[in-house]
Each structure stands twice: as structure tokens, then as C-alpha cells.
């Protein structure tokens, strides 16, 4: 899965995988009846096909609001409808629910670590996306002088040539500062 912090588990309950970074957290949403009228057994046979996923953070960036609560579900044809409406019923209970909810310190602890080491990995990923880019643009603005050296005539490589060759000598050469003496 894509975008997955290091260190959740996944757990497996009578329907949808959950990924959490602390057991506690699944305990609290999910032993519920309320819960288990979408995702028993029997209940996600029939509702489960149209709930994707739930995704809630307190570190939500992009938007004003730093809490998010965020839910995907596959819509059914119009004649079935109907089924959606316990897991639409499951929004404005998971608001209330998780509104309630504190983490302990412990488990705060652990979010926190698991958070900056994903955001770690993620800026290494970046840098080294950045490099790749970086040399294949230097090995295709190469290329392109290489094709264009290639159409040139004998005597505009001459005088390429001997541009580089002035070049070199003037780097070459020490560096010579004036200054004004009083």
C-alpha cells in the first residue's frame, strides 16, 4: 500500500483491513454494536462492498484544518441506494467517536516517532527522485551537444575546440585581485 506510515499493523477484524499505529485505537472504534451492524459478519456481506476506506489524522496538511476525517465509499447503482445509508449513519457517529477519543501519552509517543521516520523516508525518496532527474538531464543536455557537435562542420569544430582550449587556460590561470591601496 502506498503511502503507509512504517510501524502499523494491519489487523483483520470480521470485515475491512484497519491499519493503525496503536491497538488501543481499533479497540475503541470497532467493539461496538453500533460498529458491528455495518462490519460483522453477515452486515459487511452485504454493506462492506460499498465502504473503501476511513482515514482520520490529527497532522492533515494541504487544508486550514489540521484534523481530518475521510471516508471512500463505492456508490451503488440508484436502484440500490439504500444500502448506503448505514455507512453514510457511520459518519456522523465516527465524528462524535473519535471527538472522544484521547491517546495516551505512550502511544502518542509512538505516533510521533513513526510520523517523523516516515517523513524521513519520504524526504530520502525526494532527494533521490531529485538526483535521477539531475543526471538525466545533465546525460540528455549531453547527448544534445554530442548530436549538435556531430552535425557541425570541420571548421566550426575547430573553432569549438580552440573556445574550450581558451577556456581551460583561463581557469587555469591564477586569480589576480586589485585593490586600491590609501
Known sequence: MRGVQPGLRRRYLC???FLYGSPSIVEFLCLDRFCASVFGEKAFE????????????????????KKMLLFKFALPDAKNMADMNRLVALIPYYIDLIGRYKLSSQARSKTESARSKAAQEAYKEQQNARQEALQKRKADRKKMVEEAEAKLGAEAIRKKESKDRARQAKKAMPRVRMTRAH
Open 46 to 65: 452485504k454493506f462492506g462492498k460499498g465502504f473503501i476506506s476511513m482515514h482520520f489524522s490529527d497532522q492533515h496538511s494541504g487544508t486550514t484544518h
Open 15 to 17: 470485515g475491512p483491513p
